[in-house]
């Protein structure tokens, strides 16, 4: 999805963004994400965003490690940022999102405010190659992704898109498999995390394997 703004480095993004907690939630740079959005709260944070000029929104995932409370969970430090770069009212009171990755963030500092939403001072600085499209992708065992993702397929009897997965840059196809993932919220932020595209690959064919290991043990006979 093009955007109307152009982020060329971390010096190119508020130092304080709202965020948004959504369990197994995983947005990657460049990556689009839709949301349905209905809490009054995030409501106003979509209207906040728009007022600012930034239209960004830090997209984080609740950690139960942390504490907190269910109206207020603990965080995960990492986060990706996105723009809003398409929005829908719904006639209803609900506004139709999709967000488009920027960065990713580390949190900082959770400040306190007068919003019903949540802000924080954050840093893109860690993650400076976020900015770089298509960045290693040289470096992806494309045949391996390939392999997972066609013995997923295969094992839940599901279809895809060979077409566009055979045309799809690096980037965007591991990327994107991340983002789609049925994985847990762990396994989520692992695949956020990941250092580099080609890490990121790497766990993601390494969970892969994992689940259709354990979906084939739980399928088999068990011994008496």
Excluded at 105 to 125: G, N, W
């Amino acid at each position: 999805m093009p955007m109307n703004a152009e982020y060329r480095g971390p010096i190119d993004l508020p130092g304080t963004i709202p965020v948004f907690p959504l369990p197994g939630a995983l947005l990657l740079p460049r990556g689009q994400m839709p949301l349905n959005i209905f809490e009054p709260r995030y409501l106003a944070m979509i209207d906040d965003a728009f007022r600012d000029g930034h239209r960004l929104i830090g997209m984080i995932q609740p950690d139960p490690t942390q504490g907190g409370t269910d109206d207020k969970p603990g965080l995960y430090k990492v986060g990706c940022a996105g723009r809003i770069t398409q929005l829908a009212e719904s006639g209803d009171g609900r506004y139709l999102v999709e967000l488009t990755g920027v960065a990713r963030f580390r949190i900082e500092e959770e400040l306190p405010v007068l919003t019903a939403y949540r802000q924080c001072r954050v840093t893109f600085a860690p993650f400076a190659d976020d900015f770089v499209a298509r960045k290693g992708e040289n470096d992806v065992d494309r045949k391996a992704v390939l392999r997972a993702l066609t013995a997923f397929m295969t094992a839940n009897d599901l279809k895809a898109d060979w077409e566009g997965i055979e045309s799809a840059p690096n980037e965007a196809l591991v990327n994107a498999l991340s983002m789609m993932s049925p994985y847990g919220p762990a396994e989520k932020q692992a695949l956020l995390e990941a250092p580099d595209l080609k890490t990121r690959a790497e766990i993601l064919v390494a969970i892969t394997e994992i689940e259709l290991a354990k979906n084939a043990s739980e399928g088999e006979p068990q011994l008496q």
